[in-house]
């Protein structure tokens, strides 16, 4: 089974998810690092993955997005562009993404897209049993049964971390994963910049999706000759014709981006022991790596 990872949502869960007390020999929070291979190391441990790719975002708000829907994720954006992230944050990042690669384990990025477009792409292009780990509700988009897909959602954190198939899917969120883009957009998504369809909510937009098979379905119900779409939603929906379609583009994952091969196998060893060494040393989480270590030993795993 191929394991995808968030990266940004499991560091991010780490960050928040221990005590800023946790630091460095040299004093600088470091509990994002530590969490994260604990986190790992927790992942690992309990779905027991042949194979793990950490998905970095290369562009966290693409231009081709913010053209589609100008306010996308603008709430997390500094008056730069780049992104508002927490006090000790970026160096952390800078540390884990350093580590990946050091101790052998595989990372996966493009410069254009989202690390959720980088999940669908590496998702999509094997026949294998696909287990995505994200704190997103978007990536619940690729939930397929069929197909053997499922996600692991870090909502509550990873020690609670919850598997979502196709019918936990439905019992969330009361629409099937294949609809849960339709049901996003037509409800809206404050923490992406999506103000949704004016009037929808969320009761409304699952009734409309499960009836009309999606927006799709939804708009071509709604230009009907009597149609049975409520007039105030079929008014709704008419008039936010052109949001609906950057919205579903925006919020689609792309499935197509160009990566390389990726050996995805986990580490036999590490690819950069000197590296790791002095990466280990600096933020002082030498015992966070041994129980990453232990968690990807075959013997060690269940």
Same mark, same amino acid.
Request: charged fraction near 25%; include cysteine; hydrophobic fraction near 45%.
């Given at each position: 089974?191929?394991?995808?990872?968030?990266?940004?949502?499991?560091?991010?869960?780490?960050?928040?998810?221990? $005590?800023?007390?946790?630091?460095?020999?040299?004093?600088?929070?470091?509990?994002?690092?530590?969490?994260?291979?604990d986190?790992?190391?927790?992942?690992?441990?309990? #779905?027991? $993955?042949?194979?793990?790719?950490c998905?970095?975002?290369?562009?966290?708000r693409?231009?081709?997005?913010?053209?589609?829907?100008?306010?996308?994720?603008?709430?997390?954006a500094?008056?730069d562009?780049? *992104?508002? %992230?927490?006090?000790?944050m970026?160096?952390?990042? !800078?540390?884990? *993404?350093?580590?990946? $690669?050091?101790l052998?384990?595989?990372?996966?990025? /493009?410069?254009? +897209?989202?690390?959720?477009?980088?999940?669908?792409?590496?998702?999509a292009?094997?026949?294998?049993?696909?287990?995505v780990?994200?704190?997103?509700?978007?990536? #619940?988009?690729l939930?397929?049964d069929?197909? *053997?897909?499922?996600?692991?959602y870090? !909502?509550?954190?990873?020690?609670k971390?919850?598997? +979502?198939?196709g019918?936990?899917? @439905?019992?969330k969120?009361?629409?099937?994963?294949? /609809?849960?883009?339709?049901?996003?957009?037509?409800?809206?998504?404050?923490s992406?910049?999506?103000?949704?369809?004016?009037?929808?909510?969320?009761k409304?937009?699952?009734?409309?999706?499960n %009836?009309?098979?999606?927006?799709?379905?939804i708009?071509?119900?709604?230009?009907?000759?009597?149609?049975?779409?409520?007039?105030?939603?079929?008014?709704?929906?008419?008039?936010?014709?052109d949001?609906?379609?950057r919205?579903?583009?925006?919020?689609?994952? @792309?499935?197509?981006?160009?990566l390389?091969?990726?050996?995805?196998?986990?580490p !036999?060893?590490?690819?950069?022991?000197?590296?790791?060494e002095?990466?280990? !040393? *600096?933020?002082?989480?030498?015992?966070?790596?041994?129980? +990453?270590?232990?968690?990807? %030993?075959?013997q060690?795993?269940?």
């Open positions: 089974m191929l394991m995808l990872i968030d990266a940004a949502s499991l560091w991010y869960r780490a960050y928040y998810g221990l $005590p800023s007390s946790i630091t460095s020999p040299s004093g600088a929070r470091s509990g994002a690092v530590r969490g994260f291979f986190g790992l190391s927790t992942l690992v441990r309990r #779905f027991s $993955p042949t194979e793990l790719v998905c970095l975002e290369g562009n966290w693409p231009e081709w997005r913010t053209d589609l829907i100008g306010g996308y994720k603008a709430a997390r500094r008056e562009g780049s *992104e508002d %992230t927490p006090e000790g970026d160096a952390q990042v !800078a540390a884990i *993404e350093a580590l990946l $690669p050091a052998g384990v595989a990372t996966a990025a /493009h410069p254009e +897209f989202e690390a959720d477009d980088v999940i669908a792409t590496l998702a292009r094997t026949a294998e049993p696909v287990c780990v994200t704190g997103d509700r978007d990536l #619940f988009q939930v397929d069929a197909a *053997e897909r499922s996600v692991v870090l !909502a509550r954190g990873i020690s971390a919850e598997l +979502f198939n019918a936990a899917v @439905a019992t969120f009361g629409v099937a994963p294949e /609809h849960y883009v339709d049901f996003a957009v037509l409800r809206g998504d404050p992406d910049g999506l103000p949704g369809v004016k009037g929808i909510g969320a409304t937009a699952i009734s409309l999706v %009836t009309y098979g999606g927006i799709s379905g708009r071509a119900a709604a230009l009907e000759d009597g149609s049975d779409v409520p007039e105030r939603q079929r008014r709704a929906i008419l008039e936010a014709e949001y609906l379609e919205a579903l583009k925006v919020s689609t994952v @792309a499935d197509d981006v160009e390389p091969l990726i050996d995805s196998a986990l !036999a060893e590490a690819a950069d022991p000197a590296a790791v002095a990466l280990t !040393a *600096e933020w002082g989480i030498a015992s966070a790596l041994r129980r +990453f270590g232990e968690a990807i %030993t075959p060690d795993r269940v």
